[in-house]
């Protein structure tokens, strides 16, 4: 039972972190532009091409702590990023007020391209780590993806620490879900757990509630 449980954990924790990748992708997009870009998911499969042609001949060992150790990594590089150099603190004050970083002269354009540049990077590192734990097709990142989001809502959408936390969630409790109910019900867990978190509390666990105009 206690080994069974272990397998859970870190093929969860494996799995969270791929949707910890996805969601602080997501979040580095939505914090500069405002804009949700599901089209992470190309990225996604990208990355994991790559890894398939560049490991043909040799295996991965331990993808689920690589990914693990991988979403660790690009959490504090992109906090290191975002609070230690001007053009991260730039991008940081983007997400407070994109009209007033205008006004302020910052490049708001060009610092939104560089976004969507960092973003593909982590989205494409998660689809590379996690290619040896997944078939790769056309269509592969749209599950990974949609987990992804659900993971960013869970952990506070725009805030890093809350997709690490998000990720772990989302992986634990669909891995739960497929030992005891079995696979084809893990949507539906994962769903269900959007929709308590919502109910409970909106704006994600690390998220700040917004003031209500009277």
Same mark, same amino acid.
């Given at each position: ?20 990748? %996805?969601?602080? =992708?997501?979040? /580095? ?7 949700? *870009?599901? #089209? ?15 490991? !043909? ?33 730039? /991008? =940081? ?9 205008? +006004? #302020? ?11 969507? !540049?960092? =973003?593909?990077?982590? %989205? ?11 078939? /790769?097709?056309?269509? +592969?990142? !749209?599950?990974?993806?949609? *987990? ?11 805030? *890093? ?6 990720? #772990? ?8 879900? +497929? ?36």
């Amino acid at each position: 039972m206690l080994e069974e449980l272990a397998i859970i954990g870190i093929r969860g924790l494996g799995m969270g972190a791929i949707y910890a990748l %996805v969601a602080m =992708s997501m979040n /580095i997009v939505y914090g500069s532009s405002h804009i949700l *870009n599901f #089209a992470q998911g190309n990225m996604f499969v990208l990355g994991g091409f790559v890894a398939v042609l560049a490991t !043909a001949a040799q295996g991965t060992p331990g993808p689920y702590a690589a990914l693990i150790v991988l979403a660790v990594a690009w959490y504090v590089a992109l906090r290191l990023f975002l609070t230690r150099t001007l053009t991260g603190l730039a /991008i =940081s004050a983007l997400s407070q007020d994109i009209e007033a970083a205008s +006004t #302020a002269g910052l490049r708001v354009r060009r610092l939104q391209l560089l976004s969507f !540049a960092v =973003s593909g990077l982590v %989205v494409g590192s998660a689809g590379f780590a996690a290619a040896p734990l997944m078939s /790769i097709s056309g269509d +592969t990142g !749209a599950r990974y993806v949609l *987990n992804g989001f659900v993971a960013a809502v869970i952990g506070g959408m725009g805030n *890093n620490l809350g997709a690490l936390v998000g990720g #772990a969630l989302v992986g634990i409790v669909g891995m739960l879900a +497929t030992y005891l109910v079995g696979g084809e019900y893990q949507g539906l867990v994962t769903l269900l757990l959007l929709v308590a978190m919502l109910v409970v509390r909106p704006e994600g666990i690390f998220g700040r509630a917004r003031a209500r105009r009277v």
